[in-house]
């Protein structure tokens, strides 16, 4: 770090958080952020995250482990609030000493961030706040259930995406909390300037996910990544909501017939709704597990027109692919280039 002093002073409390070189997460990409690229990201000196998405309590153990074998350094793992076996996925985290736990897709349901940090466990709890009121709420909550970090993640992100934009959420929450609290931006960034100007503006760090998906160490499919090289950021649409009753959170992915099939499922869930087949708590489930199918099909087998190729709009940025160190130095290079000007 001692190649970028003004960013490594502006990352310092990012960095002592994280426990690593620099303050840049790897967002959690579900079947992209496993055991390789994670562990890749680390020793680079950034902070991978392993996406648990809707893996059973025993794939996350064999994955954190496997993990354990490739780094030495700090990482994370990501937990979906609405897994069914949260719990039971908080408990093998704790057994690995995980040092932290990112809970994504909504409000940490009651007792979960109490469980992660039960027993003064150490482990630090991160969460995603879509707005003021909300960070205020998941920071202000009182000892044992509270966020130690957030990440404001804008629209512009890659696969479950809120509807603001990132600029527009870092002027409304970094100017409030950033000063008393950690931070970290997320959503369409692809370079460094941008990175240079969210730390100006108070964030510890930043988390990026689309520049990582095409990294050499990535197991991503060479389709699915020669998908992001051709694309361009107006190809990366947010899904569409055919129902409103159906609590759909938008998904960001390259358009193609997958995109198509994800309205269709949304009306099948939606007839099924109807005919009280199943409850609201079911329904999402389903459309959850389509969109772990649908994303592994494109990921892991290759399937770039019938699979989900979630993406950012950053897509644009991506256009070869180069090992997670060179994508962290350049980032950096060009954050400090910027901070130095």
């Not at 009651?110 to 909300?134: Q, Y």
């Not at 000892?143 to 603001?164: K, R, T």
């Not at 409304?172 to 692809?190: K, N, R």
């Not at 510890?204 to 060479?222: D, K, M, Y």
Request: with cysteine; glycine share 10%; charged share 20%.
């Amino acid at each position: 770090m001692e190649t970028y002093p003004h960013t490594a002073a502006l990352m310092q409390r990012g960095t002592d958080f994280l426990g690593c070189e620099t303050a840049i997460l790897c967002g959690a990409m579900s079947w992209v952020s496993e055991r390789n690229l994670v562990a890749a990201i680390s020793n680079a000196g950034g902070f991978g995250v392993i996406a648990c998405g809707a893996m059973t309590p025993e794939l996350l153990d064999n994955e954190i482990a496997a993990t354990k074998a490739l780094t030495s350094k700090p990482f994370g793992v990501n937990l979906i609030t609405m897994h069914p076996a949260l719990f039971d996925l908080i408990a093998v985290c704790r057994k690995h000493g995980v040092t932290h736990v990112v809970l994504a897709g909504g409000i940490p349901p009651k007792g979960s961030v109490e469980a992660i940090k039960a027993d003064d466990s150490g482990i630090k709890v991160i969460c995603f706040a879509p707005t003021l009121a909300l960070a205020k709420k998941l920071l202000r909550q009182s000892s044992g259930a509270g966020a130690d970090a957030l990440v404001i993640e804008g629209m512009e992100a890659g696969g479950h995406i809120g509807p603001v934009s990132t600029s527009v959420l870092a002027q409304e929450i970094l100017p409030e909390l950033a000063s008393d609290h950690l931070i970290f931006v997320a959503g369409g960034i692809g370079r460094g300037e941008a990175i240079a100007s969210y730390l100006e503006m108070g964030a510890a760090g930043v988390q990026l996910g689309t520049r990582f998906a095409c990294a050499s160490e990535s197991i991503a499919h060479p389709d699915f990544k020669k998908a992001f090289f051709r694309a361009s950021a107006r190809e990366a649409v947010a899904s569409v909501q055919v129902d409103p009753r159906l609590p759909v959170i938008p998904v960001r992915a390259l358009k193609n017939k997958g995109t198509e099939e994800f309205t269709a499922k949304q009306r099948e869930v939606a007839a099924l709704l109807d005919a009280g087949e199943v409850d609201m708590g079911e329904a999402q489930l389903q459309i959850e597990h389509f969109w772990a199918g649908a994303l592994r099909r494109a990921v892991i087998d290759g399937d770039v027109e019938n699979g989900s190729v979630m993406a950012g709009q950053s897509v644009g940025m991506v256009t070869k692919e180069e090992p997670a160190a060179d994508i962290i130095a350049e980032l950096m290079s060009q954050c400090e280039a910027a901070l130095g000007r």
